[in-house]
């Protein structure tokens, strides 16, 4: 499954700038699309393709790899639409996670066998600590438990960071918030889950 992005004469891409489009409304295209609507997919690609490629070049640094990726990406949300979730994560934060996937994994194919994934250039650039991650590893019951204290809002943002692998920026922008904003939120966060595993 391809998709054509046409040049302009002056060689510019085609594909779509990311839009506005509401979590919600994204989630709705989703759904169709896992129903096998071909028009909510086609939509969903015009939605957020370039912000995917935006994922997959940051990750590849190559504009030729980064576009294959893309297209794996795409197959893969057709394939895999219908384990999308409402209120586990937010729909860009879905898609993000397997545009970033698709990227990791290229980037571990075309490594050598012994090379650490820890070593691959700039991954898990800007993105919060292993450190952090840990409070999240184990215990799924406790965690899942104490993740529902937190507010929706700071919960989701603590999966899809320690999880998914969301960096603190692109976690700023799916919520709106500043920069800094989401860093303290995160920090708080951490120390309420911290607290709370250790009851």
């Given at each position: 499954m391809r998709w054509s992005r046409k040049a302009d004469n002056d060689g510019s891409d085609k594909r779509g700038t990311y839009s506005n489009m509401s979590q919600d409304e994204l989630s709705g295209l989703i759904a169709r699309t896992a129903l096998g609507d071909r028009a909510a997919f086609s939509s969903l690609y015009s939605q957020t393709s370039a912000k995917l490629f935006g994922v997959t070049l940051r990750i590849?640094?190559?504009r030729a790899q980064a576009e294959d990726a893309l297209q794996e990406v795409y197959v893969r949300i057709w394939r895999r639409a219908g384990s999308f979730r409402v209120g586990q994560?937010?729909?860009m934060a879905w898609l993000t996670t397997i545009a970033r996937n698709q990227a990791i994994d290229l980037i571990r194919?075309?490594?050598p066998a012994t090379l650490e994934y820890d070593e691959a250039p700039?991954?898990?650039?800007?993105?919060?600590d292993p450190e952090a991650r840990a409070v999240l590893s184990g215990e799924s019951r406790r965690i899942d438990s104490c993740l529902s204290e937190l507010d929706p809002d700071r919960?989701?943002?603590v999966v899809a960071a320690y999880v998914e692998g969301l960096s603190y920026q692109e976690l700023a922008e799916q919520h709106a918030v500043p920069l800094n904003t989401m860093r303290t939120w995160l920090r708080r966060s951490l120390i309420k889950l911290r607290e709370c595993m250790s009851r």
């Open positions: 590849l640094k190559d994560a937010s729909a194919a075309r490594q700039e991954v898990a650039d800007a993105a919060p919960a989701t943002a």
